[in-house]
């Protein structure tokens, strides 16, 4: 059950205090190749967070998302909004304690944005460190909850599904076609696999490194766009609110 935050009195917010878990989207603001608007992370958290609180059978309390992130790697394109990492975990530290002094008991930050994982990671560490495990708080990005229906659904190989490719560009045809320029999409081949680094959503890494979005791709994208539909995109969206909302209730 969806219930947003900011649409409750105080006394009604304060009723969920001990059945409700919160939830914030983490995004972010920069460029998405030729075809796609710079807020699709924004877009997509947005929409995915909302229809898998729909979903859960219990009330969930969404908090407005957080659409500045991590994102120096896009500064080669005009439209980016990126934010210092440590200001970031700052931020997002101090909102998990907000809901902490609210009384609430257990909260859920869902990452949209790769970037945004290690200062959230750090985040969640911090509040485990000074808070204790009573308050419980997970962190995640929402389409690892459905890497396998994901896997079934798509068309590409590995290095076809990365940043603006065939996923992110199936799910805006689906949830904001007005907002998707098909006739821009640079058709690509997949990223070719580095060894320990598969350039991809699904890819396994075996080691950090900082890399510019437009070393593959010089529009930006990582990824084959091409292969984007609007049906592949129903299915997406499906498979990772179902799966999101099934880990929701899970930890009730
Ligand atoms: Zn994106």
Known sequence: ????????????????????????????????????????????????????????????????????????HHRFAPGYVTMPQHLLKEYAVSICENVIANGFSQMFLVNSHGGNQVYLSAAVNEIGEKHGTEFQLRELQYWDVARERISAI??????????AG????????????????????????????RPWFQKDLLGSKAYQRFHRFDEDNREGHIGQPQLATAQKGKAFFESVTEELARFLDYFD
């Open 1 to 72: 059950m969806l219930i947003r935050w900011t649409e409750l009195s105080y006394p009604d917010l304060g009723a969920y205090r001990d059945q409700a878990a919160v939830m914030i989207n983490f995004a972010s603001t920069e460029q998405h190749s030729l075809h796609l608007p710079v807020g699709t992370d924004a877009f997509l958290g947005a929409a995915v967070t909302e229809r898998a609180a729909e979903l859960c059978h219990r009330p969930v309390l969404l908090l407005p998302q957080v659409c500045f992130g991590y994102s120096p």
């Open 154 to 163: 798509r068309e590409s190989e590995l290095g076809g599904m990365g940043h």
């Open 166 to 193: 065939e996923f992110e560009t199936s799910m805006m045809m689906y949830l904001r076609p007005d907002l998707v320029q098909e006739e821009k999409i640079v058709p690509c081949g997949p990223v070719a696999e």
